[in-house]
Every structure is written in C-alpha cells, then in structure tokens.
C-alpha cells in the first residue's frame, strides 16, 4: 500500500471574484522508503501540493490517503494532529527556538504528543546522535553552523518517528559543500527506510533522489525514476563508510 496516495486532486483558491486552480486533477503515489524530488517552474503547483502532502491544507476536490488514511476533508484540528504524528518537516529556514539548545528544539514535537519528559529527552537524543549531533545537545542554534542548524532541523523532523520526512527547499540557505552534505545525509536516512519527498527547483539537488516528478499547470507532466549519480559504482560497503564519514 502506497505511503502517499493522491488521486484526481483538486486545489481551488478564490481571490475576489476569481478562481485559481492550483492543483488541477493531480494524482501521485509513493511507497514507503521511497526518495522522491518534486519539482516545477513558478506556479506549477508544487508548493500546493506539498502543502497537501503536508496536510497544511486539504483538497478542495479528489482524495489524499496519508499510511491508509483517508485525510482528504479533515478539519484543522484533525490535520494538525496527522502533521504531528505522521510527517516529519524541514524546511530552508530551520525554524529552530533561538533561546532553546538542540535537545530543547528537537523535543518540541514529543511535548506536543504528550510523551513523558523522559522519553522526549532521550528521544530527542537518539535523533540528535543519529544526524551526527551527539556532541551538540547543549548547544543553541546561535552556536552552531548553518549546516548543524538544518541537522538538528532534521533530528526534530525525525523524532517522531513519521511515516514521511518532507523537506521544502532544504539547503537553501546553504552553501554549496553545506547542502550536500545535507543531501548525504538524507541519503544515509533513505538507506536507513525513510520515505523522503524534497520539493525543490535545483536540479543538483534533485538528482539526489531515486524519482523525479515534475509539475506543470496543476498536474503530473512527468514522473521519472533515476539512479543518483552520487553513488553510481559505491558499494554497500562504501556507502555506509562514507555515511559514517559525514557525521
């Protein structure tokens, strides 16, 4: 069963006396452990339909399954309680609490979820040591590099264990050797299981991803699996050494 299952979607949006489609009869699925760039021009539509994918909003017409669930007209509530248990967000900007340290930003979810003190925290750990922050628990974001920064943005996308991690233009802010370090560890995390969905307009980070969709008018214009030239010729083996590497 797909992880994501989008079929014949609509997003409508009125300004004043007029109408705007956004997403015109859209239609995507993905499995899980799946690594999937979404791309487009201005206006194709894929910060719409990310913000479905995201349940930030709800199709004005068609279906969205999110893990076998029909969430396509819950109400606010309903979707902000999907969003904290089901996807894991990064977005360009981190978004982290300047006056919390890494542990502190990374717990925010499990506080929202009601976990114990102790569970968050050593949840939160757990996440932070497998972005390769294990040494910076204490730090604030101010402390750190704006690489570190979107690691620990990635440790609190992950702490909840969500059936997608959903990046928005994820390096950004970052420089060229930042964001693909950052793109080598989104790597390390799709080998590691997790569904992964960048929406991005830079092909080189695109060319990341395993699956290639790109948006035009609202809807689908093509939809290509790729073999990531990054890693073209390294073994298992390799993989995993340069992974360890990295953090």
């Known amino acids: 069963m797909p992880v994501i299952e989008i079929s014949e979607v609509w997003k409508t949006y009125v300004m004043g006396t007029q109408k705007v489609h956004a997403l015109r009869g859209c239609s995507l699925e993905v499995e899980a452990g799946e690594y999937v760039a979404v791309m487009g021009p201005s206006g194709s539509g894929k ?11 709800a199709p004005t017409r068609g279906t969205y399954h999110l893990a076998g669930r029909n969430v396509s007209h819950l109400d606010d509530d309903e979707l902000a309680a999907v969003r904290n248990g089901e996807i894991g967000f990064v977005f360009q900007t981190f978004n982290l609490l300047p006056r919390q340290d890494c542990l502190e930003n990374v717990e925010l979810p499990l506080v929202y979820a009601g976990i114990s003190r102790k569970e968050r925290r050593e949840r939160a750990a757990e996440a932070l040591r497998a972005v390769g922050l294990g040494d910076r628990m204490d730090h604030k974001p101010n402390e750190l590099s704006g690489g570190q920064r979107q690691r620990v943005a990635v440790a609190r996308a992950l ?12 390096t950004g802010n970052l420089d060229s050797k930042t964001s693909d370090d950052i793109m080598r560890l989104f790597e390390r995390l799709y080998r590691a299981g997790n569904t992964i969905v960048v929406v991005t307009h830079e092909d080189d980070i695109a060319e990341h991803a395993r699956r290639v969709v790109r948006l035009r008018d609202g809807a689908v214009e093509t939809d290509v699996r790729v073999a990531s030239p990054h890693l073209a010729g390294l073994s298992d083996a390799e993989l995993d050494a340069q992974a360890l590497e990295e953090v």
Do not use: K
Not at 47 to 57: A, E, H, K, P, W
């Open 159 to 170: 702490v909840n264990r969500p059936a997608i991690l959903l990046a928005d233009e994820p």
């Open 47 to 57: 910060s719409t339909l990310m913000n479905v994918i995201g349940c930030l909003d």
